[in-house]
């Protein structure tokens, strides 16, 4: 069973567009972090957040942790071709570093 | 500064035979990650180092996979008589503190592994 389960799963929009990516587990976290990786290189870290209910902005990115700590979103405002790539979510339980199955998001010109 | 480097980048083995990837980690850092990512996907954790603690190997798969971390910096993860579904990506990441702490994990480009 997959601790950290990421949707959607595979995502393709328009430039332009809005999205949602979410990140769900029945398990309680100390802390939340997401990661963007582009083709042929490692992941990046984007934000951690650590309080419930924390909603962190980093230009056109939204990013809340749930009031119970079990769950993240991450919103992007007016995709840019830029915003192309895999994005994980990773969570901090029992001493380690939990990471979700991943969205990938392929934004169009 | 440099950033977390592995090598090879790129392996092809033959099945049966061992392999071994190097990942020296970012100076300072006292915490070294291995995890495996399969087709683009998540990541499975492999194995933790934190300083002279002994290391959390409960990511291993089978006892071929094995990994060292010498003098608290570069480390090896060694594979024997590899098989064709250990062929993924493998990345190495380090962070200056340990779990438990929010310290963001800094990658390398991982080692793309194909066992034919």
């Known amino acids: 069973t997959q601790l950290l389960e990421q949707s959607p799963q595979f995502l393709s929009i328009q430039e332009g567009e809005n999205l949602t990516v979410y990140c769900n587990s029945s398990?309680?976290?100390?802390?939340l972090q997401w990661y963007r990786q582009e083709p042929g290189e490692g992941p990046v870290l984007l934000v951690t957040v650590v309080t419930g209910g924390e909603v962190k902005k980093l230009k056109r990115l939204t990013f809340q942790f749930g009031d119970a700590r079990k769950d993240s979103s991450l919103h992007i405002t007016a995709a840019q071709p830029g915003d192309t790539g895999l994005y994980l979510c990773?969570?901090?339980?029992?001493?380690?570093?939990?990471f979700g199955t991943g969205t990938r998001l392929q934004v169009f010109p | 500064g440099a950033g977390v480097s592995q090598s090879p980048s790129n392996k092809v083995t033959e099945k049966g035979k061992d392999v071994e990837l190097r990942c020296d980690p970012i100076?300072?850092?006292?915490?070294l990650y291995w995890y495996r990512q399969s087709l683009g996907q998540g990541l499975e954790f492999l194995i933790y180092?934190?300083?002279?603690?002994?290391?959390?190997k409960s990511g291993l798969p089978s006892d071929r996979f094995s990994a060292e971390r010498t003098g608290g910096s570069v480390s090896t993860l060694t594979i024997q008589r590899t098989q064709q579904e250990d062929s993924a990506v493998y990345l190495c990441?380090?962070?200056?503190?340990?779990?438990?702490?929010?310290?963001?994990?800094?990658f390398g480009n991982g080692t793309r592994l194909t066992v034919t």
């Open positions: 180092f934190q300083g002279n603690s002994a290391p959390d």
């Open positions: 100076s300072g850092h006292t915490a």
């Open positions: 990441a380090s962070s200056l503190e340990g779990r438990g702490s929010y310290s963001p994990l800094h």
């Open positions: 990773a969570g901090a339980i029992w001493g380690k570093l939990i």
């Open positions: 398990s309680v976290f100390s802390s």
